[in-house]
């Protein structure tokens, strides 16, 4: 029998066993269960191989925004229905005027023909007079009531109330184009809450120097496209001019939450549960559960989960997270 296979065979399986015992002791081991949680051991040398990094963050107040698009509006027509409603105001205002005269006139006369100071034919006359100053009233009113309808079905009630009532500052600033009005139209299903009063809007789209428009009102009508709720907002910005498209960001939380925000890379996912991993010393670490997280533009807002100055895994998280499964799977000598 021929030795040099078996001696070879020997040395492969020394080797097997070296490397196997090298392995084991670079492999990363869990340490000790606090809370039912695996507590991770990974020496400063090892987390410096990794590119493992942590980060301290401070509580913030924040306010959940749902992001909605809109135009700055042309408001001509606006004026035009202006001029509208006051040229029918100042002739329903003169019919009124003549009909009151009609009516006064009507009266002395059928007193006169009660004592047959004028005759039948001339009270006749002025009746006469008096319905048409009448149907000329009647006419305008209609005509008033018509505009004001029109308007709310396009402005809405609110901006229908300073055309035809007493005219704010706010209204003056729209008409002499100091303040530029604004329609911001909702994803369908959305709304936009009772308290909301002024959003964050930006033509360039981006979030870091958006300036503020003020609410208005809810338009009547939606869009036809998205078939999302309408609303109108006013800016004073110089930076927006009608025809303009925008970007709103829009509150959807009454109250502001209190909490951190993490970078996406510092939370991890597993069968529809979140978690991050916090650094309790020098050379362990342990994951906490992460509830309703909620998504921003820059990672994740953590309401109320997290203290200030927690050392929170921002780069490695996935490498602890595939540690902390091996760690969990029984060595097959558990068998034995």
Known sequence: M?????????????????????????????????????????????????????????????????TAY???????PLLSIISQYQSAA???????????KAESTIARLRNLHKNEAVSTRKLQDQQSQWQSDKAIYDEMVYKSKLIINQSQLLWGEHITHWVTGQKPAQFDHL???????????????????????????????????AFKASFISRL??????????????LSDNPNIKPGM???????????????????????????????????????QFIHQNIINPIKVPKGYFITEQLTDNQEIVVTGTQMLLSHEFRSQIPDEDDDD
């Open 220 to 233: 009547p009508s939606i869009d036809q496209f998205s078939q999302g709720l309408q609303y109108s907002f």
């Open 70 to 76: 809109g135009k700055a509006v042309n408001v001509s």
């Open 175 to 209: 008409i002499s184009g100091k303040s530029t009005l604004l329609t911001v139209t909702l994803a369908a299903g959305n709304t936009l809450l009772d308290n909301v009063e002024t959003i964050l809007i930006s033509p360039t789209g981006e979030r870091e120097g």
């Open 245 to 283: 498209n925008f970007t709103a960001w829009i509150p959807q939380f009454k109250n502001k939450l209190v909490g951190i925000i993490i970078p996406e890379s510092a939370i991890a996912w597993h069968l529809g549960q979140s978690f991050v991993f916090i650094k309790i010393d020098e050379e």
């Open 2 to 66: 021929n030795r040099y296979p078996l001696v070879l065979l020997f040395c492969f399986f020394s080797l097997s066993a070296v490397a196997s015992d090298d392995d084991e002791e670079n492999e990363l081991k869990p340490t000790q269960i606090i809370n039912g949680q695996v507590v991770i051991h990974l020496d400063e040398e090892s987390q410096e191989a990794s590119g493992l990094e942590t980060q301290q963050f401070k509580t913030i107040e924040f306010q959940k925004e749902i």
């Open 90 to 100: 100042a002739k329903k205002a003169g019919a009124k005027a003549r009909l009151a």
